[in-house]
Nanobody, 124 residues
Framework: QVDLVESGGGSVRVGGSLRLSCVAS????????VNWYRQDTGTRRELVAE???????NYDASVKGRFTVSRDQDRKGVWLQMDSLKTEDSGVYVC??????????????????WGKGTQVTVSS
């Protein structure tokens, strides 16, 4: 069983920055692809940033130019750098690895995995 654990959330002022991380449990796991979602209370999850296995990235228009998704060179963890934060960026940020997004040794895991999320609050 793979557990994804996010950290780095917190409370910041408008214009501030946060760096979120997502790590897979167990030293044998490597993250190849990741999706970062934002969820507000009572709303559905919104995909804000993604990184594919080959490292290509895509961003929702609302965060493009302000958020950057990256991964460790050893692929043990992934990051979401959030700059120039706005109040509408507030929410719970959840990382998800799609099927094939995690490897364990020579094996590619075919399940998707979700973290529990980390809260980001941006105030004016």
């Amino acid at each position: 069983q793979v557990d994804l654990v996010e950290s780095g959330g917190g409370s910041v002022r408008v214009g501030g920055s946060l760096r979120l991380s997502c790590v897979a449990s167990g030293p044998e796991y490597r993250i190849r692809a990741v999706n970062w979602y934002r969820q507000d209370t009572g709303t559905r999850r919104e995909l804000v940033a993604e990184m594919a296995n080959d490292g290509t990235t895509n961003y929702d228009a609302s965060v493009k130019g302000r958020f950057t998704v990256s991964r460790d060179q050893d692929r043990k963890g992934v990051w979401l750098q959030m700059d120039s934060l706005k109040t509408e960026d507030s929410g719970v940020y959840v990382c998800q690895t799609p099927p094939g997004g995690i490897t364990s040794g020579r094996h590619t895991l075919i399940s998707e995995y979700w973290g529990k999320g980390t809260q980001v609050t941006v105030s004016s």
